[in-house]
């Protein structure tokens, strides 16, 4: 593992957003048909699932499927 | 089950659309299968699916689509229980399906990397045993004393106090860019594993910063 100032400056970074109540992969996942739907209806699922939007900021995965998942259902709802 | 049935060509002739309600796709979808709902259940899944994964499929959506969903129809009818009725059903099985999806074309795209070959490729390049390096070994004149012992500081850090496991995590992921749920496959655990793993890193990081008084702010002032 080679520290370059970048990688180094990640690392910092990351360490500094950490919270000690995260949640993981699986517990986002549990919870984003309802998370997605609140957002399609105009509602604001940040605010009622923060643990949720904190994951999805955090892990790539969980985002990309997150707007793939919204991409489907504004097809579906067209 | 019939009387379900009923209901929904009864919509199906008002609104063209069907709409079954959460209780009866739970209804028909339970063991043994209804077919024709089995059928329009894949039918939705399909039209969602091809929106949302055109931009990471190259080529064939069309039968990549197909194929994510016969194998995201047979997880979501093995785990209709977990579905506790938050949402739409269909929702949830779209959701199911997208990551059903996302995750085949990510081990496509990574299927020829292996996490242990970087780690030993970086292992020979470097000269000493070091696992963690600073690429850039002299501080520079422009370094204070100081500040070139605050990165040796942090370098020990993560060098001493993070686990093997957690630096060739955090070497895959974030150096090499590699999916993490390829990642996760390759070190033998599943991704929320991982993420428990990375996350663990970085509280150690937060705490021992400031266990070592290192202001995170100056630190990443000086790295810019
Ligand atoms: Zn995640």
């Known amino acids: ?78 | 089950m019939i009387v379900a049935m009923l209901n929904w060509f009864k919509r199906r002739k008002q609104t063209k659309k069907s709409y079954l309600s959460n209780e009866e796709w739970l209804e028909l979808l339970a063991s043994p299968a209804d077919e024709k709902a089995v059928g329009e259940l894949r039918k939705i899944l399909v039209r969602g699916l091809k929106p949302a994964l055109y931009k990471y499929v190259d080529r064939e959506l069309d039968q990549f689509v197909e194929d994510t969903v016969q194998d995201s129809l047979v997880k979501i009818l093995d785990k209709l229980d977990s579905f506790r009725g938050e949402s739409r059903f269909t929702t949830w099985a779209m959701k199911v399906a997208v990551r059903e999806g996302l995750s085949e074309l990510r081990r496509k795209k990574w299927q020829d990397v292996s996490i242990d070959d970087l780690a030993s490729a970086g292992i020979e390049d470097d000269d000493d045993s070091h696992p963690v390096q600073f690429a850039a070994d002299n501080p520079g004149p422009d370094r204070t004393t100081h500040e070139s012992m605050v990165l040796e500081k942090v370098m020990e850090i993560i060098e001493n106090d993070l686990s093997d496991k957690q630096k060739m995590a955090l070497n895959a992921l974030m150096v090499e860019g590699i999916s993490s749920t390829v990642v996760a496959d390759q070190m033998g655990m599943k991704r929320n594993a991982l993420y428990k793993l990375v996350h663990d890193a970085r509280v150690k990081l937060k705490t021992k910063l400031a266990s070592e008084g290192i202001d995170p702010d100056k630190l990443l002032e000086q790295l810019s």
């Open chain 1, 1 to 78: 593992m080679k520290l370059t100032p970048e990688l180094l400056k990640k690392l910092v970074r990351a360490s500094q957003k950490t919270l000690s109540e995260e949640i993981g992969c699986d517990d986002c996942f549990d919870q984003l048909h309802e998370f997605a739907e609140l957002e399609l209806s105009g509602k604001t699922p940040e605010k009622a699932m923060p643990l949720v939007q904190d994951h999805l900021n955090k892990c790539g995965e969980c985002r990309q499927e997150y707007q793939a998942l919204l991409d489907a259902l504004r097809e579906l709802n067209s």
